[in-house]
């Protein structure tokens, strides 16, 4: 059963003492009491929000500060746009084309949402400007809804997650922020050294599990990328580990060499653990654009990609990739990085992006 499903034991309660009943004392009298100042800031304090809205709305946040640059090009152009309230026209749609083309959603996809915008207009489903934000959004919630949100875990532990990516991507500290989740969640995690090509992989990622407070299986650098990810599987097993997570060497879509030996990973972790992995997660960097799509597409080929951690999304003005990877490929975005820190990721879930892209 995984971490999470775990049910907690209940310790029998002790059984009542008989005691005397009390004597009842008179109530005090109530003192007068000065009335408590508010702290000076306390207008600057909203009361904290608690429960699934609470958590939702935190998610929000997060969210719309990590889409921060994108809003400034593409929220702001929404806004000129939106507040010439009236009837929608060409030069709208034209406008709103453009946009969404800078913000990197990419042309086949702005073709086919504006291709949907403008039937509807024609039909006369949609007459103003209001009505063409509510229905651009129903339309971009619609390509971003995804069956497999969550991380796919084993039935029985440990859940095994292969992680690739090219270097620059933000790979290691994709699985850092990976890995701190699984932690905060419940979970006993275990990370898995097998990038022993790259100058400094190892030391770093040793690192990154220190400081978060999780297990790693490190060789020599140059060793066996195959070999640790086998020692890495059998010290899952041997531990009672709940997450393995595998680092892999960073390397270019079109180096074939390379992505053999990615295969081969693959191959030595399923022979150990049967059904494993159970996630491919590809480490795509945002900022490169449409250039991530391409990488996407050779990984996916060559893995069998089940899931994408879009990284950096942060330092993007065109956040709009997450429309182009999800349409054009069909594989869903998992996890979001937006930040350096090791709490820095948000699982991805569509309504709040959108929400949070025309905030």
Known sequence: MPFWGKPKKKEPAPP??????????????????????????????????????????????????????????????????????????????????????????????????????????????????????????????????????????????????????????????????????FKTAGGKVLVCASDTYRAAAVEQLTIWAERIGVDIVRHQRGADPGAVAFDACDAALARGIDVLIVDTAGRLHTERNLMRELEKIRRVIAKKIPGAPHEVVLVLDATTGQNAIIQAQEFKQAIEVTGIFLAKLDGTAKGGIVVAIKDKLGIPVKFVGLGEKATDIQPFDPDTFVEALFA
Request: charged letters at 25%.
């Open 16 to 181: 009542p003492e008989a005691k005397p009943a009390p004597k009842p004392a008179p109530p005090p009298e109530p003192k007068p009491q000065p009335p408590a100042e508010p702290p000076k800031d306390a207008a600057a304090q909203p009361p904290p929000k608690k429960g699934l809205w609470g958590r939702m709305v935190a998610s929000l946040g997060l969210i719309k500060d990590g889409l921060a640059k994108t809003r400034n090009v593409f929220a702001s152009g929404l806004k000129a746009l939106f507040s010439l309230r009236g009837q929608i026209d060409q030069e709208k749609l034209d406008r709103l084309e453009e946009l969404m083309i800078t913000a990197d959603m990419g042309v086949e996809t702005v073709a086919k949402l504006l291709g949907q915008v403008r039937e509807a207009w024609k039909n006369r489903e949609i007459e103003d400007t209001d009505q063409l934000q509510a229905f651009l959004k129903t339309q971009l919630k619609a390509v971003l809804r995804q069956d497999e949100v969550a991380i796919r875990h084993a039935e029985t532990p440990p859940t095994v997650i292969l992680v690739a990516g090219v270097n620059g991507s933000g790979k290691t500290t994709s699985i850092a922020k990976l890995a701190h989740h």
